[in-house]
């Protein structure tokens, strides 16, 4: 089976904050922005960070403010909530106040009052939903935790020119792979590089129901068609390739795709596959991975 490779959308807020910017100040944003990500558990507040980048903290807090639409501190504090949340949903047996501690806060109840905060959930709400819930409902929650702008996240209005196409394809497949992870990060952990071999297939009649009552099928889809044991159907797919770096990212951009389809005036096959496969990965603390997202339409 041959895939298309086209060039991702890059839905990363920071990247596209940074665009702009001389490229000294580029430089230093960008080492600033990585201590921000890369060692969370160490407790670097942001001060320390400024000065590690070689910018004084003075100025780091006021052109940070004014680039970012946060100050340094409201922005540490997001991204250490966004981990802690990932933590929470895909790590069952994570205790939480390693959690905590892995994320930067001081102790579980610190973790939990900043939650409490933000999401107005505990932890133990958080970490029911991951298997109760719904995708949409802890979309909703991610999106709480999206990159502030004046009138929306700048995930969401970034995901606003999400270039997508409708693409014919013949009937595909792959080899199952039934003790692969349906979480992409653990598949992230276990493959490496070679992640761009698996692909997900989840039917598209359960995307509206509990985590715990959706089946996505992970299988490698760089075999020959002799090997195929699970079988997708030809048809016309609504398709897009994004370059993203965070779970809000990757809500904000199937949730986008979804709402260009109705926009279209496509319907969802609803005996068909949602289609994920890595197309790159950054096998980095900071790196990001590019998704291509397939959903089956009826034109």
Same mark, same amino acid.
């Given at each position: 089976?041959? @895939? ?9 807020? @920071?990247?596209?904050?940074?665009a702009p910017l001389p490229e000294h100040l580029q430089t230093r944003f960008a080492t600033a922005l990585k201590l ?65 501690? @892995? ?47 004046e009138t929306e996240s700048l995930e969401n209005k970034l995901a606003q020119n999400l270039p997508c196409e409708l ?48 089946q996505t099928y992970m299988g490698d889809w760089q075999v020959t068609s002799s090997e195929y044991t699970k079988l ?22 199937? @949730? ?44």
């Open positions: 089976m041959s @895939e298309k490779n086209p060039t991702p959308f890059v839905l990363v807020p @920071e990247y596209a904050l940074l921000m990500h890369q060692d969370l558990a160490s407790g670097l507040c942001w001060e320390q960070i400024a000065t590690q980048s070689a910018i004084s903290p003075f100025h780091f807090h006021r052109q940070f403010s004014e680039l970012f639409n946060e100050t340094p501190g409201q922005y540490l504090s997001r991204v250490r909530l966004q981990y802690a949340v990932h933590y929470i949903f895909a790590e069952q047996d994570y205790k939480i106040i390693d959690i905590a501690h @892995e994320c930067g806060f001081s102790s579980s109840q610190a973790l939990g009052k900043a939650l409490k905060k933000a999401l107005g959930l505990t932890a133990k709400e958080i970490r029911a939903m991951g298997v109760s819930g719904t995708p949409r409902q802890t979309s909703e929650l991610m999106t709480k935790l999206a990159h502030p702008s693409v014919w394809y013949p009937q595909r497949g792959m080899k199952l792979l039934p003790n692969t992870s349906q979480d992409w990060d653990i598949v992230f952990d276990t493959f490496g590089e070679k992640s761009t071999r698996i692909m997900g297939m989840t039917p598209v009649n359960q995307l509206e129901n509990s985590w715990k009552d959706i997708l159907a030809e048809g016309h797919y609504f398709c897009c390739d994004v370059y993203l770096v965070s779970d809000t990212a990757y809500a904000v951009a199937l @949730e986008q795709l979804f709402k260009l389809i109705e926009t279209e005036g496509y319907q969802l096959d609803d005996s068909g596959y949602l289609v994920e496969i890595v197309r790159d990965i950054e096998m980095t603390d900071t790196g990001g991975v590019t998704f291509s997202f397939q959903v089956p339409v009826i034109v």
